[in-house]
């Protein structure tokens, strides 16, 4: 990558919504549009990101619990949920939406096709993100959550068939850690799916390249977006000067006192005017001159 010109701000190449929080968007809407009246509702927000939350609920999806919906359509966020969810939606006579991105499907049939074959499971990610709840509701209780290699110690593994899986957002050079050190405890077969999503992939790359460039690096996206952190925690390493924001309010002038060249890399649930926000908040302290805040 060519180095940054001095007092340019350069926006990641990958930046703004993925391919998968776009489609749940579309959903979503769609879904608004065709039942005005029945009522439209998400167990819990659709995508990780407030000012898209806050921009659906006011066009009408309320994020509800299932026992508080009487009546109406239930959207399933792009993280995916579990069988059992979808079960219980059916069972109360609501009908559901499914916006759960591909990628994701993908990695849960490849967990309900393991647990079938007699597989035991082992899912790399965080055990309390919605994506690994409902993988952990395709395995039927055959699989267990790790969120590095050295919890593999606390698992008891019933037997010596093992598949490994990683939640769609995890960082690549994590999950080999995770599958070396299953490989080392002598299992007689092991089978490996690499379900990191290719859009988190390229977005983990171009903000790591652009780190390398930058004085100082803005991370755009919610502060419970899974993809976010881990775009923190890359550019965190390569750039000291390296934020985390979810609008264009957080960002304090000091952060900017000095440097020349400034990168902004957002999550994949981010939306473009939201990038925009932050890029002119930015140039405006620079413009400023002020270096004091
Ligand atoms: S980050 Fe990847 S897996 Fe997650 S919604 Fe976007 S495209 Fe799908």
Not at 133 to 154: H, I, P, R, Y
Not at 197 to 202: A, F, H, L, P
Request: proline share 3%.
């Amino acid at each position: 990558m060519k180095s940054l010109a001095e007092n340019k701000i350069e926006v990641a190449q990958c930046s703004g919504f993925c391919f998968g929080v776009k489609r749940a968007m579309r959903i979503a809407k769609e879904a608004l549009d065709k039942n005005k009246d029945a009522g439209v509702y998400s167990l819990g927000p659709i995508i990780h990101n407030n000012q898209v939350v806050e921009e659906l609920t006011k066009e009408g999806l309320k994020p509800a619990s299932l026992d508080d919906i009487k009546k109406g359509v239930v959207v399933i966020s792009s993280h995916g949920a579990a069988p059992k969810v979808f079960s219980q939606i059916k069972a109360k006579g609501l009908r559901v939406v499914d916006a759960t991105c591909p990628y994701v499907m993908s990695t849960q049939k490849t967990v309900e096709a393991l647990s079938k074959d007699g597989y035991f499971i082992v899912i790399f990610g965080d055990r309390r993100h919605p994506e690994v709840e409902s993988l952990m509701g395709f395995s039927g209780g055959t699989a267990a959550v790790v969120k590095d290699e050295k919890e593999l110690g606390t698992i008891e593994f019933p037997h010596k068939k093992i598949g490994i899986v990683s939640q769609t957002t995890q960082l690549p050079a994590n999950y080999i850690k995770v599958i070396s050190a299953v490989m080392e405890k002598g299992f007689s077969e092991i089978r490996i799916f690499n379900t990191i999503c290719s859009d988190t992939q390229k977005r983990q790359e171009s903000a790591a390249a652009l780190a390398k460039d930058s004085d100082v690096i803005v991370i755009i996206g919610g502060k419970m977006s899974a993809n976010t952190k881990r775009l923190f925690e890359i550019c965190s390493n390569i750039c000291k000067g390296t934020y985390h924001i979810e609008t264009a309010d957080e960002l304090k002038k000091a952060w900017f006192k000095g440097a020349g060249r400034i990168g902004i890399a957002s999550g994949a649930s981010t939306p473009d005017w939201v990038i925009e926000e932050v890029k002119n908040k930015i140039l405006m302290i620079k413009e400023e001159g002020m270096g004091n805040g």
